[in-house]
């Protein structure tokens, strides 16, 4: 007589208590490894986790950052509202205008981010922003048509960005060229460290004596 589903899903449990107390038995005398190796595990985990992320923290911040700027001057509910709810994805504000990252606008509830659009508070243009310090006041100086400052800041339409002398634009990305060298010194090290852990792991996992007939009796 033919078995039924529920009788073939009986007889393949996910869970076998049994084999799991072989299984345990076997791991005793290879505890140490065993520790180490779940240790190494998580941090693998953790290391290919955190590459493709700082890989997307490098081009939005240093590489590529877009910045947008909403005029809130016609609505001071919103303007409350916003800076309130949304401090944190403040970089800068001149009045009734506030300065945040693109990408932070992704993270706003729909809710939010289509009343901000309807009600057109999104400027269109994609600006870069800069500290405001002595080289990069010099250089604000040689291109006012191109560069203006905005709050603590100073920004400048993307486009623009590449109309600026080569020696210029170097001298406003110096710190994202120094941010993303450190960005690129920690990113070696995770893959340095993820190298060597994935290699310790495969060589004790590999180095275990392994007899099936231990385990499944």
């Given amino acids: 007589m033919p078995r039924t589903f529920f009788e073939e899903e009986k007889e393949s449990k996910i869970y076998d208590k049994e084999l799991m107390g072989r299984l345990l038995k076997y791991m005793l005398p290879y505890k140490k490894q065993f520790i180490i190796s779940i240790f190494l595990l998580f941090f693998v985990a953790f290391a290919n986790t955190a590459i493709p992320y700082m890989l997307k923290y490098g081009i939005d911040n240093y590489i590529k950052p877009s910045e947008k700027i909403l005029n809130l001057k016609d609505n ?3 303007y409350k509202e916003f800076t309130t709810k949304y401090r944190e994805y403040i970089i800068d504000r001149e009045g009734k205008e506030l300065l945040i990252k693109s990408y932070n606008l992704d993270k706003l509830p729909p809710s939010d981010f289509h009343r901000l659009k309807k009600e057109k508070e999104i400027k269109k243009i994609f600006y870069a922003s800069f500290k405001v310090n002595p080289k990069n006041t010099k250089v604000a100086k040689k291109h006012p048509g191109l560069i ?21 634009a170097r001298v406003l990305q110096s710190d994202n060229i120094h941010g993303l060298l450190k960005l690129a010194i920690i990113f070696l090290i995770i893959l340095i460290f993820r190298f060597v852990f994935n290699y310790v792991q495969f060589y004790l996992n590999h180095g275990l004596p392994c007899n099936p007939s231990m385990i499944y009796g």
Avoid: A, D, H, T
Wanted: charged share 35%; proline share 8%.
């Fill in 148 to 168: 203006r400052k905005f709050g603590n800041r100073y920004i400048i339409n993307q486009k623009s960005l590449n109309k600026l002398p080569e020696k210029s």
């Fill in 76 to 78: 001071p509910k919103i």
